[in-house]
Structures are given as C-alpha cells and as structure tokens.
C-alpha cells in the first residue's frame, strides 16, 4: 500500500507451502516452506527482498533481494531484474548473482511471459562456470469463476553441471482474502528433490 506523503508503494505478501521448489527442484527437504515477500516501487523502478525456509548445506534461510526496472511499450510488458540469491548460515559459498529480463503481453483471455536468466561466470555457486535460465509462464483465467490455471516450462544450462528442464500445471483461486494454489511439478532428470510432485500453497497480499 502507499505510505502517506511517502512516494511510491510497498507491497507484500507471506506464504505457506508444502515445500519449497526452485525451478523444478525441492529445496526444502520435502517438508514445508514459510515464505514471505517485501517490495517497493516508484515509477518503473522496483526493490525487494525475498525469504524462504529451507535446507541450504549447514543453514535453513533463503534471502533474495532484487532492483529491477520494468514497464510497458504497446502492448507489451518489459522487466530486467538483478537478483542476489544468499543463504545466511551456509559455510559454503553458495551466494549468487543472477541478471533475469522478461518481456510479457496479456490477450485478455490468455496472458503470456517470456525470460531469460543469465548468471556471470567466476561465482562459486555454479563452480566458477555461467549459467542460463529460459523460461515461459502463461496464465489462463476461467471464465466466470475465481480460477485461473498457469502453465510454466524452464530449461537451465548450468555448463559444466549439465542441462537440466522442468514443468510447472496448477489451478489457483482467490477466495476468503487468500490466495490458493495447487500445482503438478516435474522435471526430466532424476535425483535428490527431483522427479514428479505436488505442490500446495496458501498465500495472503498485502
């Protein structure tokens, strides 16, 4: 909401999973996730911070903190985004910088977005080697009801750790000032957090 005699807005939200999954992986141990948000914005321009429960090596906290610009041309929505991923309580060197560009348009009774992830090369997180992220999203409204399905595909290059892609189908309602969510996760490799799950959240705005 926006502060009086204060530009520009913060928004927020806090959520309850029944894990947290990063991009087709189960980072918290196949156990639940309290996740919450803080975000402030001026124009095009926008900040935050973003936590999560977990499992990260010897800690149990996810920080991310984002500055990004974004706005619209035409009919089409823009973002670039700077997003330090950080795990307080992890010995290791697992801190990293990721550079996240989306472009978007909504055609009313279906909205798509488009991006693409680029993580430098020389961070530890990635052994010293770059990364890329190319991911679409599309969000389909019900017609006459507060549903809406979202679709979302991902396919990561991480050099020399290989490929990796993953999948995203969930139904999500809005009903009694919260927001629900019920989502099929999968990817095509297997591993620790890996394979076929479901996923369940709960979440209020504010």
């Known amino acids: 909401a926006e502060e009086d005699g204060f530009p520009g807005e913060f928004t927020g939200y806090a959520t309850l999973a029944s894990e947290y999954i990063f991009r087709g992986v189960s980072l918290s141990d196949d156990e639940p996730a309290i996740q919450g948000s803080i975000d402030y914005?001026?124009?095009?321009?926008?900040?935050?911070?973003w936590g999560t429960s977990g499992e990260f090596g010897d800690g149990n906290i996810e920080l991310d903190y984002t500055v990004g610009y974004g706005g619209e041309i035409d009919a089409y929505s823009y973002?670039?985004?700077l997003i330090y991923y950080t795990y307080p309580g992890d010995g290791g060197d697992g801190n990293y910088f990721e550079v996240v560009g989306t472009v978007g348009r909504d055609f009313g009774i279906v909205s798509t977005v488009a991006g693409v992830g680029y993580t430098p090369e020389g961070q530890d997180a990635f052994a010293g080697d770059d990364a890329l992220y190319v991911f679409a999203d599309v969000d389909v409204p019900i017609p006459n009801t507060p549903l809406s399905a979202g679709f979302h595909l991902g396919y990561e290059d991480f050099g020399v750790g290989g490929t990796r892609t993953h999948w995203t189908a969930g139904l999500f309602a809005s009903f009694a000032g919260l927001e629900w969510g019920a989502q099929y996760v999968d990817t095509n490799r297997d591993g620790s957090g890996l394979g076929s799950r479901a996923l369940f959240s709960v979440t209020k705005s504010f």
Do not use: K, M, S
């Open 79 to 81: 973002d670039v985004t």
């Open 41 to 49: 914005a001026l124009g095009g321009f926008h900040a935050g911070v």
